[in-house]
């Protein structure tokens, strides 16, 4: 089981000259500091319009700046929105070639097609398309990366013969994941041949059936890329404290927090009738327990909060499902003070992460002596 940081980059009201800046300096030194602990890899996302539930618009800048701070962390997408309105596949291309080369061959590809309305609606995208965008934007991309000269004339897209440059530093190129939210989506994955980017928080028992399904089917895919990513990632949140009864109580905090802002996001479907968006996605589970950023009713299911105790049992029951990474929420409106966010990382990495390392992992023993 490997360990992963997850970004929304939540910016709380009222936003100020400085606001923002906080909060990225902070994520920014959560990562390194992580890069230190040991940890894989840190993602973000691509969303626009999300008032304090995103001020990520740009995560090939936030990675990039991540890359230059940190020796051996991995930078992911969490994901690209792969529709034309919102990014073009040359460019697409080409940021992600550069941001390869600026880490060192770093760099995790996450894809997928955005769920609110209120973002596809802002760029003027029809969400009955986007399925069919994401499908051939992820199979060209593996071939802009690593032909000399390409041309291409498709349903959404075209381009006459040119050589894209340059070309990413892993060979033959970066890893490529799908976001997973609404049911199905692992197939998709699956038939790809592209990991399972997790982002909803779903129970053991429903993980554990997406990730055998998922597991049947690329055994026999046709992979848009050069190779098979067979990965599968979940996402959780994460407060590690000694104390287990003010681990949970403060991570209850978070993850109350990040619920009442998810719970208010205008879902596709809610807006536009369209069986291309067949769920709300993550909303559902979490609109049951966004009462306030307050409530919170004990410690759900699977949650890595409380003391390391907890957590690994929790932990463990996500290695069972089959799931080979964990990708941590930290905090949302920063509603945790952030040393007590750096202190639970180091927490968690000294108590947490030697229980789920295999024999010679150096890096990963390292930080757990820490």
């Excluded at 994901?79 to 919102?86: H, R």
């Excluded at 992820?138 to 040119?162: A, D, F, I, N």
């Excluded at 098979?228 to 927090?257: I, M, P, Q, S, W």
């Excluded at 699977?302 to 957590?311: D, E, L």
């Amino acid at each position: 089981m490997k360990f992963g940081l997850f970004y929304e980059i939540s910016v709380p009201r009222p936003w100020t000259r400085e606001s923002e800046k906080t909060v990225y300096d902070r994520c920014l030194e959560q990562v390194k500091l992580a890069d230190e602990l040991g940890f894989e890899s840190v993602f973000a996302v691509e969303h626009h319009f999300l008032e304090e539930y995103s001020h990520c618009p740009a995560p090939e800048l936030f990675l990039t700046a991540c890359a230059m701070i940190t020796k051996r962390i991995r930078v992911g997408h969490g994901i690209i929105v792969c529709v034309p309105e919102f990014n073009h596949p040359i460019k697409i291309a080409e940021r992600n070639a550069v941001l390869d080369i600026l880490s060192g061959g770093r760099l995790e590809v996450g894809t997928g097609r955005s769920a609110t309305w209120t973002e596809l609606g802002g760029f003027r995208a029809n969400p009955d398309e986007t399925k069919k965008t994401w499908d051939e934007f992820v199979r060209c991309l593996p071939q802009m990366w690593t032909q000399e000269r390409y041309s291409y004339q498709g349903r959404s897209w075209s381009m006459p013969q040119r050589t894209i440059i340059p070309k990413p530093y892993q060979k033959p190129h970066p890893p490529m994941w799908v976001a997973v939210t609404s049911p199905g989506t692992e197939i998709d994955a699956a038939e790809r041949g592209m990991g399972s980017l997790g982002l909803t928080f779903g129970g053991f028992k429903e993980q554990e059936q997406k990730v055998n399904t998922y597991r049947k089917i690329i055994r026999n895919c046709e992979p848009v890329g050069k190779f098979v990513n067979e990965k599968v990632a979940t996402v959780n949140f994460l407060y590690c404290h000694n104390d287990d009864a003010e681990g949970v109580k403060t991570g209850l905090r978070l993850t109350g927090t990040f619920n009442y802002l998810a719970s208010q996001l205008l879902a596709a479907r809610e807006a536009y009738p369209t069986k291309s968006y067949p769920s709300l996605g993550l909303l559902p589970s979490l609109r049951q327990e966004a009462s306030g950023p307050g409530d919170a009713s004990g410690a759900p299911e699977g949650i890595a909060i409380g003391n390391p105790a907890r957590i690994i049992k929790a932990i463990k029951a996500w290695e069972s499902t089959g799931a080979d990474q964990i990708n941590f929420l930290l905090n949302a409106l920063e509603t945790v003070p952030q040393e007590q966010v750096l202190n639970s990382l180091r927490l968690f990495a000294k108590e947490v992460m030697p229980h789920f390392q295999k024999s010679g992992d150096s890096a990963t023993a390292a930080a757990g002596g820490r």
